[in-house]
């Protein structure tokens, strides 16, 4: 949500900035904007709609070229994506220019007070009132790093920030609250953005900058500080194990197929170093003792939209190998309904960015409350993992695409992985049952891998079906939540009414919904283990058959029950009932992106959307 970048050295800043912008447009692509300093002044230009616009801008109306500058990519909040309102903004003098992530909440009070000395403001933004208010402090200490540390002081909510000032032509300075900000640490040079993406071209050294500290950056070195103006003492560099080519298209048209492709070794990756040649499962990095994981006795996971159904999934595999009851819960109503949770609740928070502010406030009230959080997360040295007393990182790589792909497989991954350590633990499961779930774990990559290779009959259906306006998805058991995450890929990508439904529940509401060819996409649990649940749902099938409805049937190969009433059956390769999901996602994922790609919709940078969503 907004990307920043920052960059003092000796390289053209501004080509640096607008580089890392394009590596960090799918955080928010409202509009975009750059400030530089050169020639003793600052120069700025900012235009509303994608980067492209900017970068249109500066063709014809060119920027001096100087060592140090600042940018941003939005994703509104107050005010419209208009040029008025988007980054840099400046002071009156136009001596100072920031740009902001996150919500300024008491920005009204400080700017009526600003008005009263006779600032002018001239947007809608909460983020224009850092500028004036830097400017002012600037004017009585002479120190950009210390009038930022007493502008944060005066701050509520959440913020990354990023200045200049035309005084200080060397000098770039950020400060972060709730909200990401990395160092990027070069030779000669040095950067600051909301993610490594922005300057892994140039450097793969990090520093994570901790909560409420101020870093001034200069060519030559990094200092950090607290908001009080104290040496920080947990300034740690760390590398990045991915480098440029990873955040790049390679050949593919939108990162999104990109990344549906790699996730036969996203999860593959995922599973490297977990498992021991016995087979038996390593999680050292769960740091939590097993005497604690022994004494837990209700796990609450929290997560939002696809790390949410991740979440749900996980909840029968669980409860199933563990016996621990298991709620998944929306992180963002989780805190708000007073959860009962103590020092033997396991909270498990699942974030691919690690910054999403609902999971982080939820975690932040589990551990107010003494329950131990253990984070899932893709991104190394984020805020979430940061707070919570353990991280089991998925190695998905960087996901760009808006939309989750492997990032959620992955977690599953994950997820799994944490079910069977507490199953294993606990004595709940015994080692040659933990040994045979990571067998079948170990497959699955080479199985999304034979899914993804079976995939142009979809698309074609997908090309198909681009007038329509509703889409449903049914499944039970662990398909519901699959039915449900391929509603959602659906909404976000191809803006079409998507729905999904516990097959269960059809007939307590949503069957009135079907009409002659509408159509419904069925994700069919294996005849194996399970037979109850297939012959319920192949009944399902017929009842909204017998309505009209055009079925697309998702079912393991060989199921030929289900042949005679789908009226397209994609098959996936045979696994255990619970691991189903790992491979029956992959063609909803496929599905929504041929469907959006075939309604003209941008697939990577859907409308109203980012990536990272860094407020509440
Ligand atoms: C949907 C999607 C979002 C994210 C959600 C949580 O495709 O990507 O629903 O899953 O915003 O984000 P993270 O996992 O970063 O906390």
């Known amino acids: 949500m907004c990307g920043i970048v920052g960059y003092v050295g000796g390289q053209c ?27 003793g002044g600052l120069a700025s230009a900012k235009k509303a709609g994608k980067l492209a616009n900017l970068e249109k801008e500066l063709a014809d109306r060119p920027l001096p070229s100087g060592p140090t500058a600042i940018g941003h990519t939005r994703w509104a909040t107050h005010g419209g994506p208009t040029d008025a309102n988007a980054h840099p903004h400046l002071d009156n003098p136009g001596r100072v220019a920031v740009v902001h992530n996150g919500i300024i909440e008491n920005f009204a009070a400080l700017r009526a007070e600003l008005a009263e000395r006779g600032h002018a403001l001239g947007s809608e933004t909460d983020t224009e009132v850092v500028a004036h208010l830097l400017s002012e402090a600037f004017s009585s200490c002479g120190d950009l790093a210390e009038a930022m540390r007493q502008v944060c002081r005066r701050l509520q909510g959440a913020f990354t920030l990023v200045a200049v000032h035309a005084d200080e032509p060397d000098v770039v300075v950020g400060a972060r609250r709730n909200s990401p900000l990395v160092v990027g640490v070069g ?71 990109k990344e549906i492709a790699e996730q036969p070794k996203a999860v593959a990756d995922t599973l490297l170093g ?19 994981l022994r004494e837990v006795d209700k796990v609450v996971i929290v997560a939002c939209g696809t790390a949410y159904h991740a979440g749900l999934i996980a909840k029968y595999a669980i409860e199933h190998w563990t016996r621990i009851p298991c709620e998944t819960e929306l992180a963002s109503e989780f805190r708000y309904r007073d959860p009962i949770l103590d020092q033997r609740t396991l909270v498990v928070a699942i974030s691919q960015s690690g910054e999403t502010m609902d999971t982080l406030m939820a975690l932040r009230h589990a551990r107010e409350q003494g329950a131990k959080v253990l984070a899932i997360c893709n991104t190394n040295g984020s805020t979430i993992p940061r707070e919570s007393d353990a991280v089991l990182y998925t190695h998905a790589g960087p996901e760009v695409a808006v939309a989750s792909t492997k990032a959620f497989l992955t977690q599953l991954v994950a997820c799994y992985l944490v079910a069977l350590y507490l199953g294993q ?11 045979g779930v990571v067998r079948e774990l170990s497959v699955i990559g080479a199985q999304v891998e034979e899914v993804l290779a079976t995939m142009e009959p979809v698309r074609e259906l997908a090309r198909s079906l681009a007038d329509k306006n509703t889409v449903l998805f049914l499944g039970r058991h662990v398909g519901y939540p699959v039915a449900l995450e391929g509603a959602l890929k659906l909404k976000e990508l191809a803006y079409m009414h998507a729905e999904g439904f516990a097959a269960g529940e059809l007939k307590h509401g949503p069957i009135a919904l079907i009409e002659k060819d509408v159509p419904v996409v069925v994700v069919v649990p294996s005849p194996r283990g399970r037979s109850v649940l297939h012959d319920k749902i192949v009944s399902n099938i017929q009842e909204i058959r017998a309505r009209g409805a055009r079925t697309i049937v998702i079912a393991e190969r060989g199921d030929e029950a289900v042949r005679p ?50 407020v509440e």
């Open 13 to 39: 800043a501004l080509d640096v900035v607008l580089a890392g912008l394009r590596r960090l447009e799918y955080r928010g692509y409202d509009s975009a904007g750059v400030a530089v300093l050169a020639d």
């Open 187 to 257: 030779d000669g040079e040095n950067f600051l953005a909301s993610d490594v993406a922005a300057f892994i071209a140039h450097t793969r050294e990090a520093i994570e900058l901790g909560q409420d500290q101020v870093v001034e950056l200069r060519r030559d070195g990094v200092t950090v500080t607290g908001f009080d103006g104290a040496p920080a003492d947990d300034v740690r560099t760390y590398h990045v194990d991915w480098d440029a080519s990873a955040a790049e298209k390679g050949g593919y048209d939108y990162f999104m197929l």
């Open 274 to 292: 977990r498992i021991d040649a016995a087979g038996s499962l390593t999680l050292d990095e769960v740091r939590i003792p097993d005497s604690v």
């Open 425 to 435: 633990v606990r004595g709940t499961k015994w080692g040659d049952e933990v040994r």
């Open 565 to 614: 009433y789908a009226d397209h059956l994609v098959e996936v390769p045979a696994t255990p009932v619970l691991l189903q999901p790992l491979v029956a996602t992959v063609p909803l994922q496929v599905f929504a992106c041929e469907l959006a790609t075939a309604r003209g919709n941008e697939v990577d940078q859907p409308r109203n959307l980012a990536k990272s969503v860094t």
